[in-house]
């Protein structure tokens, strides 16, 4: 079975990325995203298992120990990481498959995965993106100016992407991400990996 294509997007907090990814997941076949370990607290409505596995710090840490996180990095003072294991798991199975990960662990995965496709998410303004951040009623004022703050370190690091996709408009963000998933699934190595007999069937080598 051919080897599924991992994808890296990052974007900074309140550019829509979640909410991107999910719609892409619901309209592109064998495309899956990883469930990423966190030590931080549920959000009303979250579920475990499903926007995160919510884990206590000390076992995040066996987790760093034993070598089964993929990626990991601290975002504002909680841990997330990426399941080594469930990863290789669907790549294996021919499975595309989308980190959604910040910045730093995206940097990790470009030097395991030089192959992996890195996708950044950008606000079209510094005001749309505030006040995406006020819209969603989950911080209070100092936690908005923090992520504000954070996101200038985190933008800087677009040009370290492979793609842009700036969401201004909803709808055409998520078609321009679909495109670029769907786009590399046509490049030659890829359909070659899934069909690797297609030629010579089609020139009657075999």
Not at 72 to 84: D, I, L, M, P, Q
Request: hydrophobic share 45%; charged share 20%; aromatic share 8%.
């Amino acid at each position: 079975m051919s080897q599924g294509q991992l994808f890296v997007i990052s974007a900074p907090s309140g550019a829509g990325k979640t909410s991107l990814v999910a719609a892409t997941i619901a309209r592109v076949e064998d495309l899956a995203v990883s469930v990423s370990h966190t030590t931080r607290s549920p959000r009303p409505g979250d579920v475990d298992g499903r926007e995160y596995h919510f884990v206590e710090q000390s076992e995040f840490e066996r987790l760093i120990a034993s070598g089964a996180l993929f990626e990991h990095a601290k975002v504002f003072g909680n841990f997330y990481g990426t399941s080594k294991q469930a990863v290789e798991a669907q790549l294996a199975a021919g499975v595309d498959v989308i980190l959604e990960i910040d910045w730093q662990g995206a940097a990790q995965v470009r030097n395991i995965v030089p192959k992996a496709v890195s996708i950044f998410i950008l606000p079209p303004t510094r005001q749309a993106l505030r006040e995406r951040l006020v819209g969603r009623q989950q911080d209070d004022a100092a936690i908005i100016d923090a992520r504000m703050a954070e996101a200038d370190e985190t933008i800087a690091q677009a040009p370290h992407f492979d793609y842009w996709v700036i969401n201004d408009d909803f709808e055409i963000a998520l078609k321009q991400l679909q495109s670029i998933i769907l786009s590399h699934r046509q490049r030659c190595a890829q359909i070659q990996s899934k069909h690797p007999k297609f030629l010579e069937k089609l020139l009657g080598q075999q």
